[in-house]
């Protein structure tokens, strides 16, 4: 009798761990990704638990999800990482019975997506942006001259311009698969190359323009630009106009401008995900599911000034973000976008020792 007890009561605590886990959901987003009541929204929605967790680097990221257990059901890694923590085995297959809002999806950037992720089998797309320059419109020109146009990665990479700036602030994304290609593509080199001496270029022009940075962060920039404490900042479009609504909301005289410099820059897309083990495959689904919905996705960008990829979810988007240039780039711009290829593991090991070099100069 007493066996059967300890054994009922064993599977009694099973029974309810499991429940518990079924009724939890472990989501890994980037900082400042996310609008102020989605996650409200889902649980109200669903009844599921969610604990919301955030990074700021892919590399990051894609340490967890190469080592494995990280304990996440979804995460939001960019196109290109994803490409290559698909081929670790990292992602479990979508299973799109579950996900009726795909129908919602544009087409041609679903298609964009699959260069990464054939047939999109594993990942949907979560938001989706360019990486240029932020920067204080008053305290620029206060150093370049009023007449100076801010148009190009000279504002960072000529050492004659981006040294005046130097006293004000200047910050570059810790990111180095983002920052090698675009000083690259500055000299006139294919930011996609692999080859050794073109990296060596691009780590070469960043080691040059070193002394005139501040620091190499990938969050902090965009409270730091709206409070006007950093003036000039290669960073994400969605977190540079976030500074601007900031320094807006605050009314300090900040001004906040963001380019896509005329030289071209990156177009990134990032991607939900769900992990090979995942603790709840269900939820998540849901979950992503839901982050689909036209409405929950036009109040993320809302919040958040990241274009999307839910065709559905346009017409409910601000009008003064739809026809924002530095968000939904014009066809001009467009034709000067890259979109990054993955790097073979012996390529990433060089922009590894590149970029130590860069941020230490040794
Ligand atoms: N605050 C959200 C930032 C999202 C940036 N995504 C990474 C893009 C990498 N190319």
């Known amino acids: 009798m007493k066996k059967l007890l300890i054994l009922s009561v064993a599977l009694g605590s099973l029974s309810s761990a499991a429940a518990a886990q079924n009724n939890e959901l472990h989501v890994y987003n980037w900082s400042d990704y996310i609008a102020e009541d989605t996650i409200a929204k889902f649980e109200a929605e669903t009844g599921i638990k969610v604990t919301y967790d955030v990074?700021?680097?892919?590399?990051?990221?894609?340490?967890?999800?190469?080592?494995?257990?990280s304990g996440y059901d979804v995460v939001v890694p960019t196109s290109d990482f994803l490409q290559r923590q698909i081929?670790?085995?990292?992602?479990?297959?979508?299973?799109?019975?579950?996900?009726?809002?795909?129908?919602?999806?544009?087409?041609?950037?679903?298609?964009n997506?699959?260069?990464?992720?054939?047939?999109?089998?594993?990942?949907?797309?979560?938001?989706?942006?360019?990486?240029?320059?932020?920067?204080?419109?008053?305290?620029?020109?206060?150093?370049?001259?009023?007449?100076?146009?801010?148009?190009?990665?000279?504002?960072?990479?000529n050492p004659d311009v981006v040294s005046k700036l130097a006293d004000c602030g200047v910050t570059f994304l810790n990111a180095p698969t983002e920052m090698i290609p675009a000083a690259m593509n500055y000299l006139g080199l294919d930011p996609n190359s692999t080859n050794k001496d073109d990296l060596e270029k691009g780590a070469a022009l960043l080691e040059k323009v070193r002394p005139h940075i501040r620091y190499f962060?990938?969050?902090?920039?965009?409270?730091?630009?709206?409070?006007?404490?950093?003036?000039?900042?290669?960073?994400?479009?969605?977190?540079?106009?976030?500074?601007?609504?900031?320094?807006d909301e605050a009314d300090n005289g900040v001004e906040v401008g963001y380019i896509i410099p005329k030289e071209g820059a990156l177009q990134w897309f990032d991607m939900m995900a769900?992990?090979?083990?995942?603790?709840?495959?269900?939820?998540?689904?849901?979950?992503?599911?839901?982050?689909?919905?036209?409405?929950?996705?036009?109040?993320?960008?809302?919040?958040v000034w990241y274009a999307n990829g839910n065709a559905a979810s346009l017409p409910l988007v601000d009008e003064e973000i739809t026809s924002n240039p530095g968000i939904?780039?014009?066809?001009?711009?467009?034709?000067?976008?890259?979109?990054?290829?993955?790097?073979?593991?012996?390529?990433?090991?060089?922009?590894?020792?590149?970029?130590?070099?860069?941020?230490?100069?040794?």
């Open 55 to 69: 990074y700021d680097s892919n590399e990051v990221l894609e340490a967890k999800m190469l080592t494995g257990n």
């Open 87 to 111: 081929a670790a085995g990292a992602y479990m297959k979508l299973d799109k019975s579950k996900l009726p809002n795909l129908v919602n999806m544009d087409p041609d950037l679903m298609a």
């Open 113 to 157: 997506a699959a260069a990464y992720d054939p047939g999109n089998e594993h990942a949907v797309i979560y938001m989706w942006g360019t990486t240029g320059i932020g920067y204080d419109v008053n305290a620029v020109a206060e150093r370049l001259g009023a007449d100076y146009v801010v148009d190009s990665w000279d504002l960072v990479f």
């Open 217 to 247: 962060h990938s969050s902090q920039y965009i409270n730091d630009l709206a409070n006007g404490d950093v003036c000039v900042s290669v960073g994400w479009s969605g977190d540079v106009f976030q500074a601007q609504a900031r320094a």
């Open 274 to 303: 769900i992990p090979v083990d995942a603790p709840n495959p269900d939820a998540a689904h849901k979950f992503i599911n839901f982050i689909m919905d036209p409405q929950i996705t036009a109040d993320i960008t809302n919040y």
């Open 328 to 362: 939904f780039p014009t066809e001009e711009a467009k034709a000067h976008l890259w979109a990054s290829k993955v790097y073979d593991a012996r390529t990433d090991r060089l922009i590894t020792r590149l970029w130590t070099r860069v941020k230490t100069g040794q």
